[in-house]
């Protein structure tokens, strides 16, 4: 493993149906994430901040980000937007650590955010359906839905593999969100319940789908150096990775596959030197239960056609030999989409350093996150290990 | 000068009303910088891009970075939106030093770009007027224009600055744009035009405003040690700064002065170990005339209230003490949002390698931009050296 820096802190608003507006959201996670600093710190120690969020409620579209430092009561703090929509998240984090590993600042603070409920159709369109394709899909009618619908029809029937191995995705998150106090939904539901509940997009039903939600996650890194200036348990980031693809599904060789995902996970583990097997276990971009399928097989840790059987076989439950989604998933968790790719890793913080609670994997070292921008077009892989 | 990465390569579209769409421009200047490489490039040497936009052309408004590996042949390139409103392209720059810095690739690609003419005026709601404040300045109906009306009139009053310091910014500015075939404007206006303009946002007439443009920019940076490899005539990044300040204007101290560039600035200058004595030129965001008088006093180069003098002096033209905009500046060279702040570092590529053709800067040596978001809510400096 290769350290190249350090989560030091870190903060997570309840994921749901939200009162707060975007900008106390952002306030109430950052100020979370300092209060969680072991020895405490000073915010003038933060140089740096970076925004992920598609739309900030639809309500900010621009310059987004000089709200940060407002917020964050640190007013002048230089902050950027990072916008890969679903995947914005993830690829502020890899920006985080980049800033980190140039020096240019002590502590680098990220926030996640969307505000997606309470807010007028008018507005929803800026940010909803605007991350697919929109000359082939969008305007076709195609939703995210109706492309993952696409994906899943055909992976299944190529593949002979059961809907049952969706419903287990569901399942097995819904599970995990059960006990996670921030998870939108904190609900178990049945195999039973989840094959026969409504068809979104057929083989896709409601229990396949994450849903809409307001939320956001503040994290603080800083240098592998500094780290134990604020903690004994920080938590490093040893390896990233990221990648693009063809905007539009079509444009691809093969739709059962994310190729950008195939390449950021290569990329991340050379990075981090390390290998799969000694991953304890993922975080997975599962906007639909079809895509943590593809996503456990894009990351290597399945071949092609084998995720629905590994997943059958209980081996991606909590207790099983790679737990995936022990947040319960973007599935159960919920799905604010600049916020995800954060959350993903305040998890894997929270793991790491065994204070994850009721859904604690147990003996947890190191631990990857996925997270993709709309249905694959582009995708940041993140290896992590305990201090 | 402490040497922070080296431009090798740079591509420049016209600004203008142009035919072409967003994907197109965006191919155009990758093309353009890549062949821009004295010793040629292997596209493969990429390893990460950053697309700078507000709203690509109202068009693909997420996950739009993925467009970028697609149209710039190198599918599946790690790729990330940076949307500071119009100081994304300098924000976008300085994320490539950063990323340049911390060794993720050996070469990085920033493009910046936007589609403003030619879109409906459905789309163009997506992007223009959502870069101020939202609940004090947007929704009470005070548009930029009024913004820095408000700004000119009270900092005329106060200085006792007459409006032919503003006029003098616009002659200037497009006496420079007449010698730059990528201009929006390439035409002279006469002080007395300018003054005799309609009024847009008292005391701001027609010349006092920068037009609505489309266009794109690209540049290839990569570190110091790499650069001869591409060039014997790198130009070097050697300071970056960048700051915040609250995005509505009526929640600042004082509305002639722009904190988030003087914060900008002193880092940059600090980053870059060198002082404002032996920078050749600047370039300034002049959106509108009174912009370019604040920014001579926020960057340090003028005392408050001493802009207009100095403008009115002509020291900050194109064969003065301190050229200021040679390329013709916002005002003339056009204002597609997301390429401007790429565009000024193309401008200081240009003129730092003795290749700025009519417009040169005789025996320019060092050179400063300065992009700045909204009225003045986030604000990037950088300073640069000839190789």
Chains 1, 2 share one sequence.
Not at 173 to 180: S, V, Y
């Amino acid at each position: 493993m290769v350290h190249r820096a350090a989560v030091v802190g870190g903060g997570h608003t309840r994921f749901g149906v939200l009162d707060e507006g975007p900008r106390a959201l952002v306030r109430s996670a950052v100020d979370r994430a300092l209060g969680s600093v072991d020895r405490g710190i000073d915010r003038r120690s933060i140089g740096l901040g970076y925004l992920a969020t598609l739309g900030f409620g639809g309500w900010q579209i621009g310059n987004a980000s000089a709200l940060l430092g407002e917020e964050a009561g640190m007013p002048g703090l230089p902050s950027v937007r990072i916008e890969n929509a679903c995947a914005s998240g993830g690829f502020a984090l890899q920006a985080a650590v980049s800033s980190i590993q140039a020096g240019a600042s002590e502590v680098v603070l990220v926030v996640g955010l969307e505000k997606m409920t309470d807010v007028s159709n008018a507005r929803r369109r800026f940010w909803l359906g605007v991350s697919g394709d929109t000359e082939w899909e969008r305007q076709a009618g195609l939703t995210f839905a109706g492309v993952y619908g696409l994906i899943a029809d055909r992976y299944l029937k190529i593949h002979a593999v059961p809907r049952e191995a969706l419903a287990t995705v569901a399942v097995k998150n819904h599970a995990n969100g059960a006990l996670n106090p921030n998870a939108h939904f904190q609900k178990r539901v049945t195999l039973d319940e989840a094959l026969a509940a409504p068809r979104v997009a057929d083989p896709l039903g409601l229990y396949d789908c994450c849903p809409v939600s307001d939320g956001a996650v503040a994290l603080l890194l800083t240098s592998v150096e500094l780290a134990p200036r604020f903690t004994d348990a920080p938590v490093y980031v040893d390896g990233i990775g990221a990648s693009s693809d063809f905007l539009a599904v079509q444009e691809r060789f093969d739709l059962t596959r994310f190729d950008a995902t195939r390449r950021a996970a290569e990329a991340a583990f050379r990075s981090a030197d390390t290998e799969r097997g000694k991953i304890s276990f993922v975080e997975a971009h599962d906007c639909f239960t079809i895509a943590e399928l593809l996503a456990l097989e894009d990351l290597g840790f399945a071949g092609r056609g084998e995720a629905g059987a590994l997943t059958l076989s209980g081996a991606t439950g909590r207790d099983g030999r790679l737990p995936v989604n022990p947040d319960g998933g973007l599935k159960a968790k919920g799905h604010p989409i600049g916020a995800t790719g954060v959350s993903q890793a305040y998890e894997v913080f929270l793991q790491l350093r065994g204070s994850a609670g009721a859904r604690q994997v147990p003996g947890a070292r190191t631990a990857l996150t996925h997270n993709v921008g709309g249905a694959g077009a582009t995708s940041a892989v993140t290896i992590f290990s305990a201090g």
